[in-house]
T-cell receptor, first 112, second 112 residues
Framework: AQSVTQPDIHITVSEGASLELRCNYS??????LFWYVQSPGQGLQLLLK??????LVQGIKGFEAEFKRSQSSFNLRKPSVHWSDAAEYFC??????????FGKGTRLHILP | NAGVTQTPKFRILKIGQSMTLQCTQD?????MYWYRQDPGMGLKLIYY???????DKGEVPNGYNVSRSTTEDFPLRLELAAPSQTSVYFC???????????FGNGTRLTVT
């Protein structure tokens, strides 16, 4: 069965600084990978997805993620964060069994 | 276009009571999912369905039941509410396997 690990529960960065959120997955074949964002009191919104092909994928709001098979990782990056990026970020993995499994999330705090 | 609609938004139950969380989608999606979200635990998959008449267990199915009699509706039933079921419940749908999920706004359930 697939699983997802997000090692960082909280991350704090200064506004304008770069950001990298880590995601590691466990699955025997090529997974389907997603990043979602949840603003306080809101539902979840898709940032980007990886199914196949180019390992660097672009998403909304200036985010990108890179799939690295050798490291079983799908880290999320943004070159310059804005105060509005403060939210909780979830990595998720899908597989042939139709389940989509989420990590525990990383809460991003932005310093002014 | 309503998307995924969950009712109610909030509910307080006494221990041992039962209730049904409603979820309906108007996008003709075959895949539907129920997740629960607890602080620091991310989203846990309770049950999912790949089409009318087909349901399967997720990561944390105990204490819950589902049915899928139509493409549009995927209700989640709690038969004997317990304090451990206090959580925020999200319903989601997708068009095909491993495609991005469309989430409802959630139901906040408290069992006391």
């Amino acid at each position: 069965a697939q699983s997802v690990t997000q090692p960082d529960i909280h991350i704090t960065v200064s506004e304008g600084a770069s950001l990298e959120l880590r995601c590691n997955y466990s699955y025997g074949a090529t997974p389907y990978l997603f990043w979602y964002v949840q603003s306080p009191g809101q539902g979840l919104q898709l940032l980007l997805k990886y199914f196949s092909g180019d390992t660097l994928v672009q998403g909304i709001k200036g985010f990108e993620a890179e799939f690295k098979r050798s490291q079983s990782s799908f880290n999320l990056r943004k070159p310059s964060v804005h105060w509005s990026d403060a939210a909780e970020y979830f990595c998720a993995v899908g597989a042939r069994d139709d389940k989509i499994i989420f990590g525990k999330g990383t809460r991003l705090h932005i310093l002014p | 276009n309503a998307g995924v609609t969950q009712t109610p938004k909030f509910r307080i139950l006494k221990i041992g009571q039962s209730m049904t969380l409603q979820c309906t989608q108007d996008m003709n999606h075959n895949y539907m999912y129920w997740y629960r979200q607890d602080p620091g635990m991310g989203l846990k998959l309770i049950y999912y369905s790949v089409g009318a008449g087909i349901t399967d267990k997720g990561e944390v199915p105990n204490g819950y039941n589902v049915s899928r009699s139509t493409t549009e509706d995927f209700p989640l039933r709690l038969e004997l509410a317990a304090p451990s079921q206090t959580s925020v419940y999200f319903c989601a749908s997708s068009s095909v396997r491993n495609s991005p999920l469309h989430f409802g706004n959630g139901t906040r359930l408290t069992v006391t």
